[in-house]
């Protein structure tokens, strides 16, 4: 199983940019598509963004789409999320996934059981 590890969390204030990084141990890190999730405190985990293998196709929640930007580097097994213009309620804990198989379909892509590996989580506050 990939491991993944997730960095670029903080406190910020709203209107701040950040950018999380998500990279994975091994190889298998480019066979499928790649996805942010996050939750809130006391909320269910949401989706965020999901790019497919070779990056030519990404997916966005209604809530990001316009400030958040999903990027990935096959050849440093690295997942990013540029995000800008970020609210208070972009409050949470952002977790990267990966899936096994390439999703070119926004309902799958955005779907939880789609993905078999999660990082831990790293931590984005953002205060008014």
């Known amino acids: 199983q990939v491991q993944l590890a997730e960095s670029g969390g903080g406190l910020v204030q709203a209107g701040d940019s950040l950018r999380l990084s998500c990279t994975a141990s091994?190889?298998?890190?480019?066979?499928?598509?790649m996805a942010w999730f996050r939750q809130a405190p006391g909320k269910e985990r949401e989706f965020v963004a999901s790019?497919?293998?070779?990056?030519?196709?990404?997916y966005y929640s209604d809530s990001v789409r316009g400030r958040f930007t999903i990027s990935r580097d096959n050849v440093k097994n690295t997942v990013f999320l540029q995000m800008n213009s970020l609210k208070p309620e972009d409050t949470a804990v952002y977790y990267c996934?990966?899936?096994?198989?390439?999703?070119?379909?926004?309902?799958?892509?955005?779907?939880?059981?789609?993905?078999?590996?999660w990082g831990h989580g790293t931590q984005v506050t953002v205060s008014s």
């Open positions: 996934a990966t899936s096994l198989t390439i999703y070119y379909n926004s309902e799958l892509a955005s779907r939880d059981q789609s993905y078999y590996s």
């Open positions: 091994e190889r298998n890190f480019a066979r499928g598509n």
């Open positions: 790019i497919v293998r070779n990056g030519d196709t990404t």
